[in-house]
Nanobody, 119 residues
Framework: QVQLVESGGGLVQPGGSLRLSCAAS????????MGWYRQAPGKQRELIAS???????NGAESVKGRFTISRDNAKNTVYLQMNSLKPEDTTVYYC?????????????WGQGTQVTVSS
């Protein structure tokens, strides 16, 4: 089994910054793409940013220029640096990792971390 543990969420004022972390542990063969998603109540979970094991990343238009994804392959950890936060960024953030065992890939999710942007 693989566990993803997120941290770094919390309360921040508009314009502030937070850095989320997500560490994968357990029976890991090879971690491929890791990503961050968010889901507001009553809405579908949306992709914020993803990054491959080779460091190729992409992000949603709504966060470009404000959020930056990175990863440490040695630690199987992905980060999301969030700057210039807005109230509309308030929601639960989830990380996801695709883990490969031979030719079979499996997606694992973290438990979510709450980000609240409010004055």
């Amino acid at each position: 089994q693989v566990q993803l543990v997120e941290s770094g969420g919390g309360l921040v004022q508009p314009g502030g910054s937070l850095r989320l972390s997500c560490a994968a542990s357990g029976s890991i063969s090879r971690v491929d793409v890791m990503g961050w998603y968010r889901q507001a109540p009553g809405k579908q979970r949306e992709l914020i940013a993803s990054i491959s094991s080779g460091g190729i990343s992409n992000g949603a238009e709504s966060v470009k220029g404000r959020f930056t994804i990175s990863r440490d392959n040695a630690k199987n950890t992905v980060y999301l640096q969030m700057n210039s936060l807005k109230p509309e960024d308030t929601t639960v953030y989830y990380c996801k990792a695709r883990v490969w065992y031979g030719s079979s890939g499996y997606d694992y999710w973290g438990q979510g971390t709450q980000v609240t942007v409010s004055s």
